[in-house]
Antibody
Framework: EVQLVESGGGSVQPGRSLRLSCAASGFTFGDYAMNWVRQAPGKGLEWVGFIRSKPYGGTTEYAASVKGRFTISRDDSKGIAYLQMNSLKTEDTAVYYC???????????????WGQGTTVTVSS | SYVLTQPPSVSVAPGQTARITCGGNNIGSKRVHWYQQKPGQAPLLVVYDDSDRPSGIPERFSGSNSGNMATLSISRVEAGDEADYYCQVWDSGSDHWVFGGGAKLTVL
């Protein structure tokens, strides 16, 4: 079964850091880019960023709202993607999902597998 | 940055066809993907590449895309289709994924 499981969420004060993990199983992790998408309470989906697969350079892209504060990385040997979140703000409070592209071409076909999400609360 | 516009809400009676729109500048030149999200659940891909369905998605779900508007159509609507629906495209100009604001489908 293809599965993504996020972990690492929690409550943190503004300005602090948190690292989320996304553990993949059931597919060849290294062949796919990995996305992070968040959803603030009562709000819509917001793409956070993604990391391309190594064959496509392993490079990253970020939404303007998190660029310079968040970093996405991957460990293909473990099948895990990470989201390092620094300088957290109250507006970063959200459920964070990782998701897998439908295609090994990262920007094609949408995202066909999603984790259950992990909640991050930033509050003083 | 590229913007996708969806109506906040769409209402339809059971058995009828629901049409949820997604507007964007020349969106017909992009491939549109649609997600269904029920309360407390992760999004579910229901249509990708404008009109293709992932395995397991009923044929009642279909999509179209032309000009400045993409549409998700749900025929023979059931109570279980009540959910938020989001459109999504890849904006090659910014190398960003973009989501629409979401439309809440209410089954009357």
């Amino acid at each position: 079964e293809v599965q993504l499981v996020e972990s690492g969420g929690g409550s943190v004060q503004p300005g602090r850091s948190l690292r989320l993990s996304c553990a993949a199983s059931g597919f060849t992790f290294g062949d796919y880019a990995m996305n992070w998408v968040r959803q603030a309470p009562g709000k819509g989906l917001e793409w956070v960023g993604f990391i391309r697969s190594k064959p496509y350079g392993g490079t990253t892209e970020y939404a303007a709202s998190v660029k310079g504060r968040f970093t996405i990385s991957r460990d293909d040997s473990k099948g895990i993607a990470y989201l390092q979140m620094n300088s957290l703000k109250t507006e970063d409070t959200a459920v964070y999902y990782c998701s897998k592209p439908t295609s090994t071409i990262a920007v094609s076909g949408g995202m066909d597998v999603w984790g259950q999400g992990t909640t991050v609360t930033v509050s003083s | 940055s590229y913007v996708l516009t969806q109506p906040p809400s769409v209402s339809v009676a059971p058995g009828q066809t629901a049409r949820i729109t997604c507007g964007g500048n020349n969106i017909g030149s992009k491939r549109v993907h649609w997600y269904q999200q029920k309360p407390g659940q992760a999004p579910l891909l229901v249509v990708y590449d404008d009109s293709d369905r992932p395995s397991g998605i009923p044929e009642r779900f279909s999509g179209s895309n032309s000009g400045n508007m993409a549409t998700l159509s749900i025929s023979r609507v059931e109570a279980g289709d009540e959910a938020d629906y989001y459109c999504q495209v890849w904006d090659s100009g910014s190398d960003h994924w973009v989501f629409g604001g979401g439309a809440k489908l209410t089954v009357l």
